[in-house]
């Protein structure tokens, strides 16, 4: 997003494809990406979806939509809006009011747990985590990371990311490769 690439007619796209533990519910058009990111997103959601406990019998959902501005362009970026049937703001939602419960407790060992226990059911969080630690993403020179979501301020990789910018990136995660 923050970076402009100069468009070229020429390149192959492919739909992200469905993986073992996931399975990706939009239409193959709204993440038409290189075959590059393809691989690596199917590399870290099949990570994501098998530490999550989902597996082949049962797998989670993902939802991409299109996006038209920088990396997207050229297919090197994709958006993700929803996980396991809920958009990434819902994610988000659910994270800050656990936190906010969490946070007036004076019992550390209590609010340790809340924490714990939303690290582990939220799987927008999660997946933002998994993208985070087993995802190798673009970084231009002189650009952050290309890893955007609801969670970048708080959980990096660029914390210094503007208030506009984390709006921006409140309903989805970007990725770009
Ligand atoms: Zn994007």
Request: hydrophobic share 40%; glycine share 10%.
């Amino acid at each position: 997003m923050l970076y402009d690439v100069v468009s070229r007619s020429n390149f192959q796209r492919v739909a992200v494809p469905s993986g073992i533990g996931y399975c990706v519910d939009s239409p193959p058009t709204n993440a038409l990406v290189t075959s590059e990111l393809a691989a690596e997103l199917r590399r870290a959601l099949e990570r994501f979806s098998r530490e999550a406990g989902y597996s082949a019998a049962r797998p989670v959902g993902i939802f991409f939509k299109p996006g038209t501005v920088g990396h997207h362009k050229v297919g090197r970026a994709a958006d993700i809006y929803s996980v396991g049937g809920f958009g990434l703001d819902i994610w988000k939602k659910r994270w800050a009011d656990a936190m906010a419960r969490a946070a007036p407790s004076r019992d550390l060992q209590a609010r340790h747990g809340v924490e714990r226990e939303e690290r582990r059911r939220n799987l927008g969080w999660r997946l933002y985590k998994a993208l985070q630690l087993h995802g190798r993403w673009a970084q231009p020179y002189g650009y952050p990371i290309q890893l955007f979501g609801p969670w970048t301020r708080s959980e990096g990789p660029w914390s210094f990311i503007s208030d506009a910018l984390l709006h921006a990136h409140r309903d989805h995660i970007h990725v770009a490769k």
